[in-house]
């Protein structure tokens, strides 16, 4: 049974032949607990989504498999019903709780490991290694599905833990952490194959600029007490990169991001999420 529905407009840019009017197609995204007989495989794509070329590092399988367990936590979104596969997906693990449980252990180990590398990230560090009941909050949907999803799903998570906690369940949490991704914009290593004269480049570095894969990132980040990017251990090539170009002259590099946040910023960052994310009416 679906959880919420929620009307979104989406703009298609397809062209008729006759003029270039853009055409508007309104689609029904339906949230949902989820469900251990059908979610499967569609959590463990967008898990491997989530983690890019890290994926094979963890064992993704072991972590559907915790998501699906909680049911009653958490949400998918579909546009077919709830026999479909998931566009998107949120939810929460415990991090004590499942300490004990290799997959976890992995990817704790994984996650202290690259925040560790850096410094604007070492407050995660050393929250891992203390006394704190991290929650680790997963989330990915597919390139196509728009923000405005967002803000009902971490509410409705806001809501599940408060009635999880009433039944005394182990989600008082002293902080959440959420693992998500950003992207630099490089130059194609296929522009000097082509026989066209290139511009000169300027003297000196500039900083590539970073962007979000999850616009939300930039509205939660206002609430957070950590957060900042890093590279992927098993990074990819420039060639990669290349193959992700999308019809663009630059190419795209993949790279981690962590955000950390205190419990008690969690109801205000949802309500930021709100304000600025409103459904299109």
């Not at 491997?48 to 094979?56: C, G, I, T």
Request: charged share 30%; with cysteine.
């Amino acid at each position: 049974m679906g959880k919420r529905k929620e009307r979104v407009s989406k703009r298609d840019e397809e062209e008729s032949s006759s003029d270039s009017d853009e055409e508007i197609a309104d689609v029904d995204f339906e949230f949902f607990d989820p469900q251990p007989k059908i979610d499967f495989q569609g959590l463990k794509l967008l898990l491997r989504q989530l983690f890019d070329v890290d994926a094979p590092l963890l064992d993704l399988s072991a972590l559907a498999d915790l998501i699906l367990a909680q049911p009653l936590l958490g949400s998918t979104v579909k546009c077919d019903g709830n026999e479909s596969d998931p566009y998107a997906f949120l939810t929460v693990l415990n991090l004590r709780e499942h300490g004990d449980k290799p997959a976890i252990k992995t990817l704790v180990e994984y996650v202290a490991k690259q925040a560790s590398k850096i410094e604007a990230l070492k407050p995660i560090s050393d929250t891992l290694k203390g006394q704190n009941v991290v929650g680790l909050i997963l989330t990915e949907r597919l390139v196509n599905v728009p923000v405005e999803i967002v803000p009902p799903m971490y509410k409705m998570l806001l809501e599940e833990i408060s009635w999880a906690n009433e039944e005394k369940e182990p989600y008082q949490f002293t902080h959440y952490l959420i693992l998500s991704k950003t992207y630099r914009e490089i130059q194609s290593q296929l522009d000097g194959e082509d026989d066209r004269p290139q511009k000169k480049k300027k003297k000196g570095h500039k900083k590539a600029e970073v962007f979000n894969f999850h616009p939300e990132d930039t509205i939660i980040q206002r609430s957070a007490l950590a957060f900042g990017d890093c590279p992927y251990i098993k990074e990819g090539s420039d060639e990669e990169a290349d193959a992700k170009r999308a019809f663009q002259e630059l190419g795209i590099k993949p790279q981690g991001h962590m955000i950390l946040l205190e419990a008690s910023k969690y109801e205000s960052m949802v309500t930021m999420l709100e304000e600025a994310l409103r459904p299109i009416p």
